[in-house]
């Protein structure tokens, strides 16, 4: 087997684990996204300060 | 890595520099073994009460417990690579055969086992992690490191590790541990023995050579003869017992029924036959019955797939 060979053979399987573990990434990336709308999703509707007070989000003065 | 190693590398396991491929290391998480925790942990899934879980959910809960039992594999392999090279049904793994050093495979089993629990109780609930986290300890410790090689029970308490993915999926959906799940559970536990001494009385030299004290090398094939039927009885009874609960039905009574029947037959001729017997045929029953052990589990959980999937009532109720 030549240096060339050799060298080419290497960077062929360094190349396909280099793509698999790149697939396997991607892959849990969106797996993170979809679970994170879908958990948003369930948690439901949110209403906060954002930048203005909102009195009627304050909690009622004795109950 | 650099390309410093280059300048010595080759293309095959038996130099000293081979490249390890993703195949390789995909190889360390047992896939064969993963298949079917993914079927037992689906049917959990399927067949647990309630609403149940959003189908990402459900499939990002099922893609965790199989990582999970893929990073115990890893363990596995790197804790037994040294008797894994002595026997023949596991000598061409990715360690004994030199395509991945064993510190990787340790890194690999730690990082997964981390990645994997954490992610179940995010995505499901902290019991759901917890118990993940407890089979891929059982395995990896109580199984690999010390049942494994110091007593012929190893099968029969070690068995539990594989018993728990049903389990896992139920809890994934419920946040509780039921009735039904322990069946699940108590399913798998009763049929890995009778299905590993199967394949010991099969693969003896194999057991013999690495020094693991299966029941065959302990006390004689006589006696793990006798120990298949035992098992395979209190196995039969509680597998036809479970068509009467929440995860049974006409469906999967009539599996049970069928299945437990041949089951029983062949571990009745394995308990009759002598070793001149098995060594003429080339253990063909010993050999039917490892395979009709596999389809055994799968006919059992695609029964309760099936009663999961069946409009509610079909049985009538019994309990």
């Known amino acids: 087997m030549s240096f060339e060979n050799v060298t080419s053979d290497v960077h062929i399987k360094r190349r396909s684990r280099n793509l698999g573990v790149a697939a396997c990434l991607v892959g849990f990336m969106v797996l993170l996204f979809a679970l994170t709308m879908v958990k948003v999703q369930e948690t439901g509707a949110n209403q906060g300060f954002d930048h203005v007070v909102r009195p009627e989000l304050l909690p009622v003065e004795g109950s | 890595m650099t390309d410093a190693s280059l300048h010595i590398a080759t293309g095959g396991p038996e130099t ?3 490249e390890p491929t993703f195949g390789d290391y995909f190889a360390l998480l047992k896939p064969r073994v ?24 459900a499939f990002a809960a099922l893609l965790f417990i199989a990582i999970g039992a893929g990073a115990s594999g890893a363990l596995n392999m790197w804790w037994d ?64 490191m010390w049942l494994k090689r110091s007593t012929p029970q190893n099968i029969v308490i070690g068995g539990a590790a594989g018993a728990f993915p049903p389990m896992i999926g139920w809890v994934a959906v419920t ?23 199967a394949l010991a009385l099969f693969m003896r030299s194999d057991y013999d050579d690495a020094g693991v004290p299966m029941l065959t090398v302990t006390h004689g094939r006589r006696a793990t003869r006798r120990h298949i039927l035992a098992y395979t009885v209190l196995l039969a009874a509680l597998a036809v017992g479970a068509a009467f609960t929440g995860i049974g039905g006409p469906v999967y009574l009539a599996v049970a029924v069928i299945a437990n029947a041949i089951f029983l037959r062949d571990a009745f001729r394995i308990s009759r036959r002598s070793e001149a017997d098995a060594e003429a045929d080339n253990f063909r029953v010993e050999r039917s019955f490892f395979r009709f052990s596999l389809l055994y589990l799968f006919l059992h959980f695609g029964a309760i797939w099936v009663e999961a999937v069946l409009p509610q009532g079909a049985w009538g109720g019994f309990f």
């Open chain 2, 175 to 197: 946040g509780s541990v039921s009735v039904e799940a322990v069946l699940m559970f108590a399913l798998i536990f009763m049929w890995t023995p009778p299905h590993f001494w």
């Open chain 2, 81 to 144: 690579a040294d008797i894994d090279g002595v026997m023949k049904r596991t000598a061409k793994r990715p360690i004994p055969s030199g395509r991945v050093t064993p510190k990787d495979a340790l890194h690999l089993g730690l990082g997964l086992s981390l990645l994997s629990v954490m992610m179940l109780w995010l995505t499901t609930n902290w019991l759901a992690g917890a118990l993940l986290a407890f089979t891929i300890f059982f395995y990896a410790v109580v199984y690999s």
């Open chain 2, 34 to 57: 993963m298949s079917l925790v993914v079927f037992t942990a689906l049917v959990g899934i399927l067949a647990a009460p309630s609403a149940g879980l959003h189908p990402v959910e």
């Open chain 2, 16 to 18: 000293a520099e081979y």
